[in-house]
């Protein structure tokens, strides 16, 4: 078939149009020497460490794979505003850490070198250690048990929240095992525990056991029940929905 001619003169028309002397079109040429290209997100081509990609697997496994309640409770964590509170609590209840320790010691032996008698009190603060924290939950003398969600492996500290419930004590679930170890100037902690408050902070530590319990204590069977996981990737989700698409056609079309 010939072409049409008013289609011609349309594109020939549009061609002298879009020519403007005081343009000139220059396009770019990103060839060896030339302008330098935009810049590109290369993280697909990132080679990136072993030990992030081990993080990332993990991630995605436990995404894919059920997983079984005494587990998925530890991605339940509290509230940011909780937390922030929870913190600002346990800071001011820190350890001395070695510097501290070491003025201390050289006060009291100068003390006693000149025949001062020394009053020991006992300090109130942070109770760390995953032996030393199930010992004082054993004995009911914890207040409350902070744990860490990341814990690795997670078999230290998966029994812990249901001794802390059988002891009727409040515990919580924070994010970072490293948060909780800047408290007690270590790189991670576990578990932390309180025991006691100063008479000060008697108020603000009750209405954070408050929350605390509406949260973790009283859900416990709740969450006993709740499976994790089963989450499948983006592109399994579009073939599972394509089926449903299909299968839902042939129904339709075998009613009619």
Not at 90 to 114: I, S, T
Not at 156 to 178: F, H, N, Q, T
Not at 186 to 208: G, M, Y
Request: net charge positive; proline share 5%; glycine share 4%.
């Amino acid at each position: 078939m010939a072409p049409k001619k008013g289609l011609k003169t349309v594109a020939k028309k549009k061609q002298q149009e879009a020519v403007n002397p005081l343009f000139e079109k220059r396009p770019k040429q990103f060839g060896i020497g030339g302008a330098i290209p935009p810049k590109r997100d290369l993280t697909r081509f990132v080679k990136w460490p072993k030990v992030v990609q081990i993080q990332r697997r993990r991630r995605i496994l436990k995404q894919r794979l059920k997983v079984p309640p005494a587990v998925n409770q530890f991605t339940k964590t509290i509230d940011k505003n909780l937390a922030t509170q929870l913190f600002k609590l346990l800071l001011k209840y820190r350890p001395e850490d070695r510097a501290a320790k070491k003025d201390r010691l050289l006060q009291r032996a100068q003390a006693e070198a000149e025949g001062k008698t020394v009053e020991v009190k006992k300090p109130i603060v942070v109770k760390y250690g995953l032996n030393h924290v199930t010992y004082l939950i054993e004995q009911n003398k914890a207040q409350l048990v902070v744990i860490a969600h990341d814990v690795d492996p997670i078999e230290l500290v998966v029994w812990l929240p249901a001794l802390c419930r059988k002891m009727e004590i409040p515990y919580c679930i924070v994010k970072g095992k490293s948060r909780l170890g800047a408290i007690v100037h270590k790189k991670t902690a576990a578990a932390l525990c309180l025991t006691t408050v100063k008479n000060e902070d008697k108020f603000d530590f009750s209405k954070i056991l408050e929350a605390i319990k509406a949260n973790f204590n009283d859900k416990y069977d709740e969450q006993r029940k709740k499976w994790g996981g089963g989450i499948m990737g983006s592109k399994s989700q579009a073939k599972t929905k394509a089926k449903e698409r299909l299968l839902a056609k042939e129904a339709a079309q075998r009613l009619n």
